[in-house]
């Protein structure tokens, strides 16, 4: 227990933020988070009143998060629903999913259930076993990334919704930066904000992240002091493979010897976006042959993989 006491009420602190530093007592904190992702929503004008929100909900802490206060801020101007996803990860996945499908039943959320192997005739643990642990069809987690975002933005414009939510957060995003720094991948970090991608694409339900700029670490004492029940038992097998995980662990290491870093990255990028934007010019996209979703050539990222899986 920590001996300082709140910035706000001078009780017992119960949390320390160091980047701050600041001092929070439970309820405070509560207080403190749930109005930052109030102003990332309002600031990045993230929901426009009316539209129709739908949250891909992995049963996990950040998209619970994310579920309970899309729901709780926009629940009664907006229609929120739920997109659950099953990439087919035994003991996993469908772990996590019963906390999702719980939580969704106890918030009055309603939610739609999809899974790899039926619309896509496989799940993650065949193409672990087909292709090994590092063959040439990528990495376990780009692979299912792309066949994830394929789903979403299927749902979400079969559901008629107007965004779809995600649960990334501000550790998330900024490993993001960093990679795409390290890679020179000038087109993927421009991608890169609280709405995913750099203008709306007819066809592509623009992705937002209320959680952007909320660390990893607040939103488990979120998940905790809310009680908000999620899976926690174990990772995704195949998550070592990621190459974000040595990016996470400098970055973590960064954080604590030197506070705000995370922060400083962040605002980094937010100052340099709009100039990178300039430089990038539009990408003009078609509809993949295969599937029709958009796509920068004849054929879009999820059907070559798929095709290349399905060859091997
Ligand atoms: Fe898919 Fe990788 Fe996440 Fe596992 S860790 S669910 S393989 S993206
Ligand atoms: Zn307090």
């Known amino acids: 227990m920590l001996k300082r006491k709140c910035d706000r009420c001078g009780k017992k602190a119960a949390m320390e933020l160091p980047y701050g530093p600041h001092y929070f007592c439970r309820e405070h904190f509560l207080h403190f988070f749930e109005k930052r992702v109030r102003k990332t929503c309002r600031t990045n004008k993230l929901v426009k009143p009316g539209e129709k929100l739908l949250v891909a909900y992995s049963g996990g802490k950040d998209s619970s998060v994310a579920l309970y206060l899309v729901n709780k801020i926009f629940g009664k101007s ?15 996945r469908d772990c996590a999913l019963q906390y999702a499908e719980k939580n969704c039943k106890a918030w009055g959320i309603p939610f739609t259930r999809v899974s790899f192997k039926k619309e896509f005739g496989f799940t993650m643990v065949d193409v672990m076993r087909k292709t090994g642990a590092k063959k040439k069809i990528g990495s376990t987690c780009a692979f299912c990334g792309v066949l994830r975002r394929r789903l979403m933005n299927k749902y979400a414009k ?7 939510v995600t649960g990334h957060n501000l550790d998330d995003e900024v490993q993001s930066i960093l990679m795409n720094v390290c890679e020179a991948d000038l087109s993927r970090l421009v991608r890169l904000g609280p709405i995913a991608g750099i203008s709306s694409i007819k066809g592509l339900v623009p992705r937002i992240k209320p959680l952007w700029e909320s660390p990893e670490i607040e939103i488990i004492a979120f998940a905790y002091y809310n009680k908000i029940h999620h899976y926690e038992e174990q990772c995704c097998p195949f998550k070592w493979q990621a190459k974000r995980n ?10 604590s010897q030197f506070p705000g870093t995370m922060y400083s990255i962040l605002s980094f990028f937010r100052q340099a976006k709009p100039k990178l934007v300039e430089k990038k010019r539009e990408v003009k996209l078609n509809s993949c042959k295969e599937c029709g979703e958009p796509c920068s050539g004849s054929t879009c990222m999820s059907c070559k993989k798929i095709m290349e899986f399905k060859k091997k």
């Open 158 to 164: 079969k559901l008629g919704m107007d965004k779809l």
């Open 246 to 255: 040595t990016y996470r662990a400098i970055l973590n290491q960064l954080e």
């Open 78 to 92: 907006n229609k929120v629903e739920a997109l659950l996803i099953d990439e087919g990860i035994k003991g996993y």
